[in-house]
């Protein structure tokens, strides 16, 4: 089944406290990006990434950093997670053809 | 940069049609997307549009494309509860880069 993996979908954490959520599709895609949705504000995004070894910033990407060594994966890393990071995390990656989005399931984050 | 807007908020009564709008600016706009989101879950692909079409039909749905006005709309016939979600509205243009619209939230009552 073509999906998109995030983990973990809940965490509960600290300022400072380094996180990681991992982001895996199993549809060959080259472009994946992360977002981030936040009441009233609607999706925003953080970074994303044309290909392998290939990523730029999006519209909010202070305070995250990602990685893009394997065509699946695209972790978005927490360095120092802040309480403005609170927030519900989408990874979503795309095809070619027309430009469609396959969103994972999201990630609730809580930094206290 | 580009910009997508929509209202946030639609209530409609169960069996009625809901309306959903949406305006962008980009010009360049290929594809045009509507992307439900129900509780708790990620976003999925409702229907999509391309530029040169005017309107598009899917069973209950119905996307209409002014491409001179940059208006897009989602028509759901027969509105149901389970139809109660977020539809975001989104396109893409020259840029590789999709822009979302903040989301309408439509709430189906009795």
């Known amino acids: 089944e073509a999906q998109v993996t995030q983990n973990p979908r809940y965490l509960i954490t600290v300022t400072g406290k380094k996180l990681t959520v991992t982001c895996s599709q199993n549809m060959n895609h080259e472009y994946m990006s992360w977002y981030r949705q936040d009441p009233g504000l609607g999706l925003r995004q953080i970074y994303y990434?044309?290909?392998?070894?290939?990523?730029d910033k999006g519209d909010v990407p202070e305070g995250y950093k990602v990685s893009r060594k394997e065509k699946r994966n695209f972790p978005l890393i927490l360095e120092s997670p802040s309480p403005n990071q609170t927030s519900l995390y989408f990874c979503a990656s795309r095809t070619g053809n027309t430009g469609e989005l396959f969103f994972g399931e999201g990630s609730r984050l809580t930094v206290l | 940069g580009e910009d997508v807007e929509q209202s946030l908020f639609l209530s409609v009564r169960e069996g009625d049609s809901s309306v959903i709008n949406c305006t962008y600016t980009d010009s360049s706009s290929t594809y045009l997307y509507w992307y439900k989101q129900e509780p708790g879950a990620g976003l999925q692909l409702l229907t999509y549009i391309f530029s040169n079409m005017d309107m598009k039909q899917d069973q209950r749905l119905t996307v209409l494309l002014n491409k001179k006005d940059k208006h897009l709309s989602l028509r759901i016939a027969d509105t149901q509860t389970g139809d109660s979600a977020i539809y975001f509205c989104?396109?893409?243009?020259?840029?590789?880069?999709?822009?979302f619209g903040r989301g309408t939230s439509l709430i189906v009552h009795p």
């Open positions: 990434s044309m290909n392998v070894e290939v990523t």
């Open positions: 989104a396109e893409k243009g020259g840029s590789y880069i999709p822009t």
